[in-house]
């Protein structure tokens, strides 16, 4: 939907939600991040944005055993500890591709993942002790870059795992490029996207359409293999 995130998630019923796994503004184009003159993120819906209207509304959709994340860097951070709801953890990604700082400050090489939960949250016990610093940018693994931002599908993925369960529903307001949703639609979960920015329609359908034609042919494939037709998968000895 193209929507602005508070008025989407207005349009959901009181505890519907599972997960609202959700990459907001970071609000980093107000910061002094400069490689020579060039302004490193300098977007214009990255400037104003408040959080708490949208936190308010998440909560309210969340179900009694569901959770709240929320990408952010040190400029909101601040902002996500204050708000009076139990944070379960602050889950870092220490993405390694980060673009040294040319002007008197750091470059962050870390993005914080804000973790709310409420009583009953479900939790997946990963196997390792951490499920995403061996996590990349989304060029890493072959994904077209649609967004400055754009999160890798496989960092979606394995949050979905821990946090969610097969026909969840996942709710990402901030979709853009559709990545928390081409995670969810791999793994068996129900979503609903949204975005402010009428852009995002356009890529984010078409990598589901994507999605769905490789789920589809594969179905295909089965289905020939299976019926034992499928000419195109016979090997034909000495080729
Ligand atoms: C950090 S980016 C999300 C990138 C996305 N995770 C991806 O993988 O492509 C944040 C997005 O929030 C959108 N946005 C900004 N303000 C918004 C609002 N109030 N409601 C909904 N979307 C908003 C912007 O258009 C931008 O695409």
């Known amino acids: 939907m193209c929507e602005e995130a508070t008025t989407l998630l207005k349009t959901l019923p009181n505890k519907s939600v599972d997960l609202v796994l959700s ?5 980093a184009s107000n910061s002094n991040l400069k490689m020579w003159n060039y302004k490193l993120v300098n977007e214009k819906w990255d400037k104003t944005f408040d959080p708490i209207p949208f936190l308010d509304e998440a909560f309210r959709v969340i179900r009694d055993w569901g ?12 902002k996500y500890l204050m708000y009076p709801k139990k944070v379960q953890q602050i889950i870092h990604w220490n993405h390694v591709s980060c673009v040294p700082s040319l002007t008197k400050t750091y470059h962050p090489c870390v993005e914080y993942i804000v973790w709310y939960s409420t009583p009953r949250y479900t939790f997946n016990k990963p196997a390792g002790r951490n499920v995403i610093n061996d996590v990349k940018k989304p060029y890493q693994y072959g994904e077209e870059k649609y967004h400055p931002t754009q999160k890798p599908i496989v960092l979606m993925e394995r949050l979905l795992k821990v946090h969610s369960n097969e026909w969840d529903l996942v709710v990402d307001p901030f979709c853009w490029s559709g990545s928390t949703c081409v995670a969810a639609a791999k793994l068996n979960r129900k979503f609903i996207w949204g975005d402010i920015d009428p852009q995002y329609c356009g890529i984010a359908t078409q990598r589901i359409n994507e999605l769905w034609q490789k789920i589809n042919q594969n179905k295909d494939l089965e289905k020939k293999m299976v019926d034992g037709n499928d000419e195109s998968q016979v090997t034909i000895a000495g080729e």
């Open 23 to 27: 990459d907001p503004p970071y609000n």
């Open 67 to 78: 959770s709240v994340m929320v990408f952010c860097s040190y400029h909101l951070l601040w």
